[in-house]
């Protein structure tokens, strides 16, 4: 005899958990949360990694000819994230009940984007669920080593920034007005450096819980003007051509257009349907602005190339390949090769921009150290020799 305590929705997501591990319920009862008790489920989220690992392990047992709701009820015994195993235990209590898979994973929109749901759609209605299925299993896994590429690129140069805010703010507050207090009662005139310094110091000290305040101001309004579609449209066209990040940021989109394309088309959604689908995951404006356009030309009996070939924010081979792909009925192998270019290419980027920030992080913390030695170590050496 086993006892615990599971949630669910409802008496019967209850039961339906404890089934799924195994367990005869012998008898459920219903516990109610005190007052002062506080729910913690918003703090539990399903990452990035776990959908990956779930999309995989029911790609694999489909395409074993596991049947379906088996292979749902086996996956809530491996998921490991409380969430996704509440999550995945529906799914099965809804496929098992009659339901498609595709409406089934369609009651969770925060979790399974319309382009996951797009594609066990199609991969429903061709009879092809196992193949679609490795399908988006291999799409979600290129997207999370990309995505991780990127965040690994940038975790030390943000560390090594972080650490000299953080040091020069402690030395402002803490340390330059023990040090500059010599010069200001000396009564001599100081570098324009070096009052520039105090004044900043002066600020920090005492100011500083008006700074924290502007601070949040300004990322709350930052936040909810992205909400006008203009801010957002000129933010996200801004991001295709900062310095450096730019080129990387258009061809991480372009990967994103081709990768997604290719996906969706092998897996026979009609390539309207595919536009409008990548139009809601693409993640940029600018290029949504884009898809729409190719959407209505396609609709119109247009070619994909037509719209491409007159943006300056796709690279004039994707066009021109495409035009090709589409011509000789080969569009499929386009895509897959022009995604399998770009991504080789962003890899060069990625090596080229971290062999980049180096020099760049030792360059701005060498002009950090040269200002505080001209703005307070040259006026002291300069006093002390004038007496």
């Given at each position: 005899?086993v006892?615990?305590?599971?949630?669910?929705d409802s008496?019967?997501?209850a039961l339906?958990l404890i089934?799924?591990?195994?367990?005869?319920?012998?008898?459920?009862s219903v516990?109610r949360?005190a007052?002062?008790q506080?729910?913690?489920?918003f703090?539990?989220?399903?990452?990035?990694?776990?959908?990956?690992?779930?999309?995989?392990q029911l790609?694999?047992?489909v395409?074993?000819?596991?049947?379906?709701?088996?292979?749902l009820h086996?996956?809530?015994?491996?998921?490991?994230?409380?969430?996704?195993?509440k999550?995945?235990s529906?799914?099965?209590d809804d496929?098992?009940?009659?339901?498609?898979?595709s409406?089934?994973?369609?009651k969770?929109?925060?979790?399974?984007?319309?382009?996951?749901?797009?594609?066990?759609?199609?991969g429903?209605t061709?009879?092809?669920?196992?193949e679609v299925l490795n399908?988006l299993?291999?799409?979600?896994e290129?997207?999370y080593?990309?995505?991780?590429?990127i965040?690994?690129?940038?975790?030390?140069?943000?560390?090594?920034?972080?650490?000299?805010?953080v040091v020069?703010l402690?030395?402002?507050?803490?340390?330059?007005?023990?040090?500059?207090?010599?010069?200001?009662?000396?009564?001599?005139?100081?570098?324009?450096a070096?009052r520039?310094l105090i004044?900043?110091?002066?600020?920090?000290?005492?100011y500083w819980?008006?700074?924290?305040?502007?601070?949040?101001?300004f990322?709350?309004g930052?936040?909810?003007?992205?909400r006008?579609?203009?801010?957002?449209?000129?933010?996200?066209?801004?991001?295709?051509?900062?310095?450096?990040?730019?080129?990387l940021?258009?061809?991480?989109?372009?990967?994103?257009?081709?990768?997604?394309?290719?996906t969706?088309?092998?897996?026979?959604?009609?390539?309207?349907?595919?536009?409008a689908?990548?139009k809601?995951?693409?993640?940029?404006?600018?290029?949504e602005e884009?898809i729409?356009?190719?959407?209505?030309?396609?609709?119109d009996?247009?070619s994909?190339?037509?719209?491409?070939v007159k943006?300056p924010?796709?690279?004039?081979?994707v066009?021109q390949?495409?035009?090709?792909?589409?011509?000789?009925?080969?569009?499929d192998?386009?895509?897959?090769?022009?995604?399998?270019?770009?991504?080789?290419e962003?890899?060069?980027?990625?090596?080229?921009l971290?062999?980049?920030i180096?020099?760049?992080?030792?360059?701005?913390?060498?002009?950090?150290v040269?200002?505080?030695?001209?703005?307070?170590?040259?006026?002291m050496?300069?006093?002390s020799?004038?007496?």
């Open positions: 005899i006892t615990g305590i599971v949630e669910g008496e019967a997501a339906a089934k799924d591990e195994g367990l005869i319920p012998v008898s459920v516990r949360i007052p002062w506080v729910n913690l489920d703090l539990q989220r399903v990452t990035s990694k776990d959908l990956v690992i779930m999309s995989r790609a694999v047992m395409d074993a000819t596991l049947p379906l709701v088996d292979a086996i996956l809530v015994k491996q998921t490991r994230n409380p969430k996704l195993k999550i995945v529906e799914v099965a496929v098992e009940g009659g339901a498609r898979l409406s089934a994973f369609a969770y929109p925060k979790l399974f984007s319309k382009f996951y749901l797009s594609i066990i759609r199609s429903e061709s009879g092809q669920l196992a399908y299993a291999d799409q979600l290129k997207d080593d990309l995505k991780s590429k965040r690994g690129a940038m975790i030390y140069p943000a560390f090594i920034l972080s650490g000299i805010f020069g402690l030395m402002m507050v803490f340390v330059v007005p023990s040090m500059t207090a010599i010069l200001r009662e000396a009564n001599v005139e100081l570098p324009l070096t520039m004044g900043l110091s002066d600020v920090l000290q005492s819980w008006l700074l924290l305040i502007l601070l949040a101001a990322g709350v930052f936040k909810f003007s992205l006008y579609p203009v801010i957002r449209y000129w933010f996200d066209f801004i991001k295709l051509y900062v310095p450096v990040l730019g080129k940021s258009r061809q991480m989109y372009v990967v994103r257009i081709t990768q997604s394309l290719s969706l088309s092998s897996g026979k959604v009609p390539m309207v349907d595919a536009l689908v990548i809601d995951i693409v993640g940029n404006a600018v290029y884009l729409g356009k190719t959407t209505n030309a396609v609709r009996g247009n994909i190339a037509s719209v491409f943006s924010q796709v690279p004039d081979m066009s390949m495409l035009s090709v792909g589409e011509e000789t009925g080969r569009l192998d386009i895509l897959h090769r022009l995604t399998d270019f770009y991504s080789r962003i890899d060069n980027l990625v090596r080229n971290v062999a980049l180096e020099p760049i992080v030792m360059i701005l913390m060498g002009l950090a040269g200002v505080m030695v001209a703005a307070i170590i040259l006026p050496y300069t006093l020799t004038s007496l």
